[in-house]
């Protein structure tokens, strides 16, 4: 590394030093800041935080299956409605519920199996029961930000399934 490249990447360092100066609270404190680890230490009379040249990673939690997503799902065999229709799925802790606008029905979701990234659900229609298939099984995975549906169920001995992608509302 040449002069100037060395003098630049002291002032790295010390820039990134410098937004981290206010994250020190104790002495031999160590704290992830940009993928590096630093460690608070005296020097003179305040606390400083020092490049420790060790790589780290910052907890980012994960993101919650909570919460409303919506999107457009697709059933083979189609039904009588067609293949395509909407969906708006509401994930709380214990359970939730699914409505089918297009459809013009939903019901309750009972939460069967359930992880960080995943969930299964029983579904239970309780409203337009003439246009829905009954008793459906709903499995849902994060996959890049939105949740990769999936329903299987059967009718009058006929397998049906069904998949969507569904964005937060």
């Not at 040449?2 to 994250?23: D, P, Y």
């Not at 939690?61 to 697709?74: C, D, F, N, Q």
């Not at 709380?92 to 990234?117: A, F, K, M, W």
Request: charged share 15%.
């Amino acid at each position: 590394m040449g002069r100037l490249g060395a003098v630049i990447a002291t002032m790295m360092i010390f820039a990134a030093a410098g937004e981290a100066n206010a994250l020190c609270s104790k002495e031999g404190e160590e704290f992830c800041q940009s993928g590096q680890t630093y460690r608070c230490e005296k020097t003179g009379s305040e606390l400083t935080p020092i490049f420790q040249n060790v790589p780290c990673a910052v907890n980012v939690p994960a993101p919650s299956l909570t919460g409303i997503w919506v999107g457009s799902g697709h059933q083979s065999p189609a039904g009588d409605a067609g293949a395509d229709w909407s969906i708006a799925m509401t994930i709380r802790d214990d359970g939730g519920s699914i409505d089918y606008p297009s459809l013009g029905c939903g019901g309750l979701l009972s939460q069967t199996l359930r992880d960080e990234t995943s969930a299964e659900f029983h579904e239970s229609i309780t409203y337009g029961q003439d246009k829905c298939i009954d008793g459906g099984d709903i499995t849902v995975r994060f996959f890049k930000g939105n949740l990769s549906w999936t329903w299987v169920g059967q009718a009058d001995g006929q397998p049906y399934n069904a998949i969507a992608v569904l964005t937060r509302q």
